[in-house]
């Protein structure tokens, strides 16, 4: 599947794509997070730009629409996954994998760091079957903990959140 970053054109694309992989959360009884709206234009314009937005194709001709994507941030050290999603009629397949595997390459950073729903099966769960683990209170850093406290403001901490990590290439 190729991966890489998504021209300015895709963008948009991403938007649609972030509401359809919204919208299981609704049977969760989490409506609000299906209800959220994806990213504005001009942010996923600054990832593009910075070349911290990664999307996957099917065959990575122009035109075709991404499937999955993936936004970064650099904080503390460490490549922040700031986004990933994958439109549902392409989960269980990889793609979100790849996307992260993808990025844990090109950052060239010591570790990957993530913030995510704690008890929703395609979030912690699926990350620690990536090899990310869960983050101690004491263990997170000063970006972090400012990530945590945006979210909070946001309301997320509705539902239970966590940290976690996965050091580069300590997964299969």
Do not use: K
Not at 29 to 56: C, F, K, V
Request: proline residues 10%; aromatic residues 6%.
């Amino acid at each position: 599947m190729p991966i890489r970053v998504p021209d300015p054109a895709d963008l948009p694309a991403l938007r649609a794509l972030e509401r359809a992989a919204g919208e299981p959360f609704r049977a969760l009884g989490m409506a609000s997070i299906a209800d959220d709206e994806p990213p504005p234009l001009t942010l996923l314009t600054e990832y593009q730009r910075a070349g911290r937005a990664l999307a996957a194709y099917d065959s990575g001709r122009p035109g075709e629409p991404p499937h999955g994507y993936l936004l970064w941030d650099r904080i503390d050290g460490c490549a922040h996954i700031e986004q990933v999603s994958v439109h549902p009629e392409r989960a269980r397949r990889g793609v979100g994998r790849a996307l992260i595997d993808r990025a844990e390459r090109e950052c060239g950073l010591p570790a990957l760091t993530l913030t995510t729903f704690a008890d929703v099966p395609w979030n912690a769960p699926y990350y620690t079957r990536l090899g990310f683990r869960p983050l101690t209170a004491a263990e997170l850093t000063p970006g972090l903990r400012a990530v945590r406290a945006h979210e909070a403001e946001l309301g997320l901490d509705r539902w239970p959140r966590l940290c976690m990590r996965r050091e580069a290439a300590a997964h299969d």
